[in-house]
């Protein structure tokens, strides 16, 4: 079956300090990848996927590359602010060749974000 | 427009109890998928519906039960409640298309006593 890992946190940072949140998942057919994030109390958001190789996903500063040859999804930002302290989940969503897609997300253990002034 | 909503966003259960759940997707989604959230187990899937049909189902006892309406409006249900059910608890909603984000929101926080 599908399977996500997250490198194991927490991660501490301090501001302006480049992130990586690694992720690796194991699949068959065609994922998509996703991270989301998840603020205290809150629901998950999506913060950016990526549907095929190759894909960089983006958003609010943060990149992510798909890598089908290292089975990867690696969560990077250049410069951390304090806003960003929350915790991250790496998912991916299965599919066929011929782009259907089945509902299930299987998520990473989520890894903590925080980050000191 | 208006996101996933989720009713009620707290409840506190006994054991023995049942419970039900509300969750109301974006507009236009017709796909509504559930989660259970614990510290222990992460993010585990429950079950998928698309136009009031069950499309997929987690691996979870079958005192967990689901239901989705012509509206697409789901609800869950879980009988028989067990310590172990605290959780908060996440619906989701999706287009039917090949990159298959979902949205998530904000969660019941059950807590069974």
């Known amino acids: 079956g599908n399977s996500v890992t997250q490198m194991e946190g927490p991660v501490t940072l301090s501001e302006e300090a480049f992130l990586t949140i690694n992720c690796t998942y194991t699949?068959?057919?065609?994922?998509?990848l996703f991270w989301y994030v998840q603020y205290p109390g809150e629901g998950l958001q999506l913060l950016l996927k990526?549907?095929?190789?190759?894909d960089k996903g983006s958003n609010k500063g943060f990149e992510a590359t798909y890598r089908k040859e290292t089975t990867s999804f690696h969560l990077e930002k250049g410069s951390v602010q304090v806003s960003d302290s929350a915790v991250y989940f790496c998912a991916l969503r299965g599919s066929n060749a011929g782009g259907t897609s089945y509902g299930k997300l299987t998520f990473g253990q989520g890894t903590i974000l925080t980050v000191h002034p | 427009k208006a996101g996933v909503t989720q009713t009620p966003r707290y409840l506190i259960k006994t054991r023995g109890q049942q419970v039900t759940l509300s969750c109301s997707p974006i507009?236009?989604?017709?796909?509504v998928s559930w989660y259970q959230q614990t510290p222990g187990q992460g993010l585990q899937f429950l079950f998928e519906?698309?136009?009031?049909?069950?499309?997929n189902k987690g691996n979870f006892p079958g005192r967990f039960s689901g239901r989705q309406f012509s509206n697409s409006r789901s609800e869950m249900n879980v009988s028989t409640l067990e310590l172990g059910d605290s959780a908060l608890y996440l619906c989701a909603s999706s287009r039917q298309s090949p990159s298959g984000e979902q949205y998530f929101g904000p969660g019941t926080r059950l807590t069974v006593t």
């Open positions: 699949a068959t057919g065609y994922p998509s």
């Open positions: 507009s236009g989604h017709r796909s």
């Open positions: 519906y698309f136009s009031e049909t069950q499309r």
């Open positions: 990526a549907t095929k190789a190759d």
